[in-house]
């Protein structure tokens, strides 16, 4: 794969990733080694409108969250590369995914992703998400690019 900048803004992200909000997550990226590794940041805003369910006395980001947090920093991972611009990164397969702590609002999740594996267009990409210094999940994501 290309080399690209080691460093995503949103307003690179928006023009990288098919995602938009609400549902783009990711605020930035950072230590990008295109098609290699990448590590994203993402701001836990209070007001998302998830933690008005879940839960309304003690607000906790969802799980699923935060595998879409991760799958969209391994996703801008791969999408950097020239080659694979204006493909649709889709998520093939959530595996061995740990959820050890808590997330809540307020918080900044940083998500790290590394590509394993990629043969026949799937990419197989280990991810682990921090909050400080505390690991709050990991595990791995198969990721499948839709070329136009």
């Given at each position: 794969?290309?080399?690209?900048?080691?460093?995503?803004?949103?307003?690179?992200?928006?023009?990288?990733?098919?995602?938009r909000p609400?549902?783009l997550?990711?605020?930035?990226?950072?230590?990008?080694?295109?098609?290699q590794?990448?590590?994203?940041?993402?701001?836990?805003?209070?007001d998302?409108?998830?933690?008005?369910?879940?839960?309304?006395d003690?607000?906790v980001?969802p799980?699923?969250y935060?595998?879409?947090?991760?799958?969209?920093?391994?996703?801008?991972?791969?999408?950097?590369?020239?080659?694979?611009?204006?493909?649709?990164?889709?998520l093939?397969?959530?595996?061995?995914?740990?959820f050890?702590?808590?997330v809540l609002p307020?918080?900044?999740?940083?998500?790290?992703?590394?590509?394993?594996?990629?043969a026949?267009g799937?990419y197989v990409c280990?991810?682990?998400?921090?909050?400080?210094?505390?690991?709050?999940?990991?595990?791995?994501?198969t990721?499948?690019?839709k070329?136009?």
């Amino acid at each position: 794969m290309h080399t690209s900048p080691s460093h995503l803004t949103t307003a690179d992200l928006l023009s990288i990733l098919p995602h938009r909000p609400p549902m783009l997550l990711v605020d930035e990226v950072s230590d990008l080694i295109c098609g290699q590794r990448a590590s994203a940041r993402v701001y836990i805003r209070p007001d998302w409108e998830v933690f008005t369910g879940h839960f309304p006395d003690r607000p906790v980001l969802p799980g699923i969250y935060i595998t879409e947090c991760m799958a969209q920093a391994a996703g801008a991972m791969l999408l950097a590369a020239p080659d694979n611009r204006g493909c649709l990164p889709l998520l093939f397969e959530v595996s061995r995914m740990r959820f050890l702590h808590p997330v809540l609002p307020g918080d900044t999740l940083c998500t790290q992703a590394a590509l394993s594996e990629a043969a026949g267009g799937m990419y197989v990409c280990t991810a682990a998400s921090y909050v400080g210094e505390r690991c709050v999940a990991r595990g791995r994501l198969t990721l499948a690019l839709k070329h136009p």
